[in-house]
């Protein structure tokens, strides 16, 4: 199905004149991180060249999908990058979803709780339903019997995160998201005109229905709100794809770096930290900018409490799959960037 400028704003503009009901809901504390180690989040970093088994590796070198699995009832949300419909490492690769539900189904979630939420971009991504259908997603979900919710077509409620300052009116979030058990987040990584770059704590974007797009891009604290989104909802697992990483700012395919390492922690923000300094070892353009922890979303993190704030509140596990020589330099490069 095409996926163009014109229809996706055409969609887009009448979401905006007939914005979704979203009641106030209480508000749900975060969870917390069942990925830890002496009070430090874990975050697994594996030199792959097959994508599953990196995961699976990665996900292995946590300590299981146990620790989210076990006592879990309700459903299972993996909310992926499919901005647009442009093929990894644009947005998320159809295999890395693949391999998470996968482990999912092998660690005993039914294939009916584990849910694809998505909200594609306003410029060329709407309708989600057509864009993760050209990436393939579909055909996954096909496969293996899950559900998928296409964000702008389904119910929304709003929260109030205590705080979550840069939304005094509260945060719409779809209900899909306020109501799972476990949300998983499959970012990609890549430098980005507004929030500099790109992971997980931007992948709450992607759960905004088109009034708080337009808050978000009044130009007013971009960084602020941004990350107050990660307020609003739990995430239980990051699953980083590093395969390749798009570097420069016109996200030319062809310059994509090729590290070939898959990132896990069940911490955005650590995640996005070594993902961050893996990118600086690529000089990934904007991101060369600063050192790791001066970036703006992780400054406003800090000030919101979420953790960590510095190397000293991370623990790193690797594990070199594919014999690459120069992993150990890699991890060495990542730590040295963390300690800024």
């Given at each position: 199905?095409?996926?163009?400028?014109?229809?996706?704003?055409?969609?887009?503009?009448?979401?905006?004149?007939?914005?979704?009901?979203?009641?106030?809901?209480?508000?749900?504390?975060?969870?917390?991180?069942?990925?830890?180690?002496n009070?430090?989040?874990?975050?697994?970093?594996?030199?792959?060249?097959?994508?599953?088994?990196?995961?699976?590796?990665?996900?292995?070198?946590?300590?299981?999908?146990?620790?989210?699995?076990?006592?879990?009832?309700?459903?299972?949300?993996i909310k992926p990058n499919c901005n647009t419909d442009?093929?990894?490492?644009?947005?998320?690769?159809?295999e890395t979803f693949r391999a998470i539900a996968n482990g999912l189904l092998g660690a005993g979630v039914p294939a009916g709780k584990i849910v694809l939420g998505e909200t594609s971009g306003r410029a060329r991504g709407l309708p989600t339903r057509h864009t993760l259908e050209n990436l393939g997603m579909l055909e996954v979900v096909e496969d293996l019997?899950?559900?998928?919710?296409?964000?702008?077509?389904?119910?929304?409620?709003?929260?109030?995160?205590?705080?979550?300052?840069?939304?005094?009116?509260?945060?719409?979030?779809?209900?899909?998201?306020?109501?799972?058990?476990?949300?998983?987040?499959t970012p990609i990584m890549r430098p980005h005109s507004n929030?500099?770059?790109?992971?997980?704590?931007?992948?709450?974007?992607?759960?905004?229905?088109?009034?708080?797009r337009e808050w978000l891009h009044n130009g007013h604290a971009f960084h602020e709100k941004m990350v107050d989104l990660n307020l609003a909802y739990s995430a239980d697992l990051v699953v980083?794809?590093?395969?390749?990483?798009?570097?420069?700012?016109?996200?030319?395919?062809?310059?994509?770096?090729?590290?070939?390492?898959i990132i896990a922690s069940g911490s955005r923000v650590a995640s996005d930290a070594v993902s961050v300094a893996l990118m600086r070892l690529h000089g990934v353009e904007r991101i060369m900018e600063r050192t790791v922890w001066e970036h703006e979303q992780f400054k406003v993190a800090k000030s919101r409490d979420l953790s960590p704030s510095g190397l000293e509140g991370i623990a790193l596990r690797t594990s070199?799959?594919?014999?690459?020589?120069?992993?150990?330099?890699?991890?060495?490069?990542?730590?040295?960037?963390?300690e800024g």
């Open positions: 199905m095409e996926v163009n400028n014109e229809g996706s704003m055409a969609l887009y503009n009448r979401l905006l004149k007939d914005p979704p009901w979203g009641p106030t809901m209480p508000y749900k504390p975060l969870r917390a991180n069942a990925y830890t180690e009070g430090k989040a874990l975050v697994a970093i594996v030199r792959s060249d097959d994508r599953s088994c990196g995961i699976s590796e990665a996900t292995s070198l946590l300590g299981g999908l146990g620790p989210i699995v076990e006592g879990a009832r309700g459903k299972f949300l442009d093929p990894y490492p644009r947005d998320t690769h159809p019997g899950l559900g998928v919710c296409f964000f702008e077509e389904d119910e929304w409620v709003t929260v109030k995160p205590p705080e979550a300052a840069s939304w005094p009116e509260g945060i719409k979030i779809p209900r899909r998201v306020y109501d799972a058990e476990r949300v998983i987040l929030a500099t770059f790109t992971i997980s704590l931007k992948l709450a974007v992607g759960m905004l229905d088109s009034m708080g980083a794809d590093a395969t390749k990483i798009l570097v420069d700012k016109k996200l030319t395919p062809r310059k994509a770096a090729a590290p070939g390492i070199n799959l594919a014999d690459d020589p120069g992993f150990e330099d890699t991890v060495s490069g990542i730590e040295s960037e963390l």
